[in-house]
């Protein structure tokens, strides 16, 4: 008997939480309640939490996410809409070394938004903080035991990543036999 493996992988996908995003033709998962998606990563925000900079990253990390990364200029404009009127702490820091600013997540991303005279080379403000909407949401060093709103960040996870790591979502229709 002939099973049309990708069929049942599709069926799977649509009746067990999973969505189709038309915008990019491509299946994601959708984020957990309260989690917004973009680009393939979810963001959280909860509106009424302050945290110093390693507070929020540490309640980042108990979601398996870490301090918002912002790669381009439209996950700020994404971001920004998170961050609306109030500002916001992001995973940009340099706290290691006063000259090497480094994302909390680790990635490596060559875009900046600084305020007018940021960033500061100031020995007590090593965190960078998003400013509100109506300081044009610019980034701005910030002593990181200040307590600020806070955006965490996680990237897709569970079964579509295992299908495109492995690249069992290659030839989703293929047919196999079976005894």
Known sequence: MAVNCGFLLLVWFLFS????????????????????????????????????????????????????????????KFVAGIVGKRGSWCGLNNQDNKNEFKWVSGEQSGYTLWATNQPS????????????????????????????????????????????NYNLFVAPFQTFQTM
Do not use: P
């Open 17 to 76: 939480g999973f969505a189709v995003s038309r915008a990019q033709g491509k299946l994601y998962e959708r984020c957990e309640k309260g989690w917004r998606l973009y680009g393939g990563n979810c963001y959280f925000r909860k509106n009424n939490k302050r945290e110093t900079w390693q507070g929020a990253q540490d309640v980042c990390a108990k979601q398996q996410a870490n301090l918002v990364t912002v790669n381009d200029a439209h996950e700020q």
């Open 121 to 164: 080379k100031s020995s007590k403000k090593r965190c960078a903080h998003i400013l509100s909407a109506n300081k044009g949401n610019k980034w701005k060093m910030s002593k990181c035991a200040n307590k600020f709103r806070f955006i965490c960040e996680k990237g897709r996870s569970g079964i579509y990543n295992y299908l495109i």
